[in-house]
């Protein structure tokens, strides 16, 4: 997670504290990596970007939902798609080697103060890695069920 989002959270919310997450090491973001590669039958030594372009691909634009909106709201999303809420999630921030582990209630009650509009793009999943949730910088929301 981004100091500067900590930060922010703090100077707008001097009582309450950022939620927890943990920021995973280089070796669990590599094996997230190969499962990742493995269900959707990619060579395991393909690059991050290619995983990356291969998840953006395949994934399927989720109409009547973007993040941007004011009543934009996580499990929502995830009971419209069919996904049971899972207690934990990741979040991908960038080629699937900065990864952090939140509460999706944390996650959805403090969203907006984890993603930023025009800044983040982000990959949600769960321990299965049967789904990925994508949203973009600009609030598109992209499915992929493997």
């Given at each position: 997670?981004?100091?500067?989002?900590?930060?922010?959270?703090?100077?707008?919310?001097?009582?309450?504290?950022?939620?927890?997450?943990?920021?995973?090491?280089?070796?669990?973001?590599?094996?997230?990596?190969?499962?990742?590669?493995?269900?959707?039958?990619?060579?395991?030594?393909?690059?991050?970007?290619?995983?990356?372009?291969?998840?953006?691909?395949?994934?399927?634009?989720?109409?009547?939902?973007?993040?941007?909106?004011?009543?934009?709201?996580?499990?929502?999303?995830?009971?419209?798609?069919?996904?049971?809420?899972?207690?934990?999630?990741?979040?991908?921030?960038?080629?699937?080697?900065?990864?952090?582990?939140?509460?999706?209630?944390?996650?959805?009650?403090?969203?907006?103060?984890?993603?930023?509009?025009?800044?983040d793009d982000i990959d949600i999943f769960d321990e299965t890695f049967t789904w990925v949730l994508s949203i973009t910088?600009?609030?598109?929301?992209?499915?992929?069920?493997?």
């Amino acid at each position: 997670m981004e100091e500067a989002k900590i930060d922010n959270f703090n100077r707008e919310n001097p009582e309450g504290s950022f939620p927890k997450y943990i920021t995973l090491d280089s070796g669990s973001c590599a094996d997230i990596h190969k499962s990742l590669s493995e269900n959707l039958r990619l060579d395991v030594s393909a690059d991050s970007m290619t995983l990356v372009n291969e998840v953006d691909r395949l994934g399927e634009v989720c109409e009547g939902f973007n993040s941007e909106d004011d009543n934009f709201n996580l499990k929502k999303v995830l009971s419209s798609l069919e996904i049971n809420w899972p207690e934990y999630i990741f979040i991908n921030w960038y080629r699937y080697d900065n990864i952090d582990k939140m509460m999706l209630s944390d996650l959805t009650n403090h969203f907006d103060d984890v993603w930023y509009p025009d800044v983040d793009d982000i990959d949600i999943f769960d321990e299965t890695f049967t789904w990925v949730l994508s949203i973009t910088h600009y609030g598109q929301i992209k499915i992929l069920k493997i």
